[in-house]
């Protein structure tokens, strides 16, 4: 029987697919590998009946490409051919990146493919049928070829391209290491760090020219200025029914923080109580997010529905002990 299509799915931590390709003869498997045609390029040609092309010796024409078959470890060429729409297959398990990354899809798409991960459908049957023996036959495919240009300066010149196509594709995996880690490291900043030390200098901005804060400054100066008072502002945080309304967002204690650092700092409040503060004002924090954390980790229901207010109840308990222990530890600290 005929294959009907191909099936190429991700492996070894990929990225996108699985692509359904729809076999097409008069089409070509385009591998842009370097060093020479990748047996999973020459696997995948011959389980659909085509031919496949070196892209580094010979172009293709769009519209003459099955798909492609690439190396890259991260750069333009991941994105070169999902921006015109070519089926790509990344040997590297690389997802959008590069500057074409936003025309990478799950559907055109696929990364960290082996020769495990390629299957196909016959005519007559809708069973996906795995290639078997396929590193094997692309090896044997290879040695084939060897032996036609079985010359031993056509061997060295083999054997010297591999060389260097496998400490390119080590430096390659490396930047892209590199690379991955710098970009997420600029978007984590970009996106929460900056609108964060926005979002606190116009609260602080606010409270402070509005005359709210000198007002709430004048309630919790009372409270604040006392060990007794912070270990009551940790209870009434920590109520169970009150601390899920006070933690989305964490803006009661943001407020209430911002307060008290500006009272310590022009030294309305002692210094000393700088720590316990922290600890009364945080009590509440995290316990809207427990529910949702637990069913993050697929926790049963039960353990949900009891882990929540036990969750909750520990806190009211918790949070004056470590109000004490703060001040505690904070004795000599100023």
């Known amino acids: 029987m005929s294959v009907k299509e191909l099936i190429i799915e991700k492996d070894n931590g990929g990225w996108g697919g699985p692509l359904r390709i729809p076999v097409d003869t008069k089409k070509k498997v385009l591998s842009m590998t370097g060093g020479g045609i990748h047996p999973i390029a020459r696997e995948i040609a011959r389980l659909a009946g085509t031919k496949v092309v070196d892209g580094f010796k010979s172009g293709l024409r769009d519209d003459e490409i099955l798909l492609a078959v690439i190396n890259c470890g991260g750069t333009l060429r991941c994105g070169v051919y999902p921006k015109k729409r070519i089926f790509t297959i990344n040997l590297n398990a690389i997802g959008p990146s590069g500057p074409l990354a936003e025309f990478i899809k799950e559907d055109i798409y696929v990364s960290g493919v082996t020769s495990e991960s390629i299957h196909i459908s016959t005519e007559g049957s809708d069973v996906e049928i795995r290639a078997e ?18 010359d031993d300066d056509a061997q060295k010149e083999a054997w010297f391209i591999s060389a260097i196509e496998k400490i390119g594709t080590s430096l390659g995996k490396v930047i892209s290491l590199a690379y991955e880690a710098g970009k997420e490291s600029v978007n984590t900043v970009i996106k929460t760090v900056l609108p964060f030390m926005v979002f606190v200098s116009v609260l602080v901005t606010i409270i402070l020219s509005s005359g709210i804060g000198n007002a709430i400054a004048n309630v919790l100066k009372p409270m604040a200025s006392s060990l007794l008072g912070l270990i009551v ?7 169970p029914f009150l601390s899920p309304l006070l933690g989305p967002g964490a803006a009661i204690a943001q407020v209430i923080g911002v307060l008290l650092g500006s009272q310590i700092a022009i030294g309305v409040i002692p210094p000393k109580y700088a720590l316990p503060a922290l600890f009364a004002i945080n009590v509440q924090v995290g316990a809207d997010f427990v529910p949702v954390g637990l069913s993050m980790q697929e926790a049963e229901p039960d353990t949900i529905k009891y882990g929540t207010p036990a969750f909750l109840i520990s806190r009211q308990i918790t949070g004056p002990i470590a109000v004490i222990a703060a001040y505690l530890m904070s004795i000599g600290m100023y």
């Open 133 to 150: 023996n396929s590193h094997e036959n692309g090896a044997k495919e290879k040695k084939s070829d060897l032996k036609v240009n079985s």
């Open 233 to 239: 502002i940790s209870i009434i945080c920590g109520f």
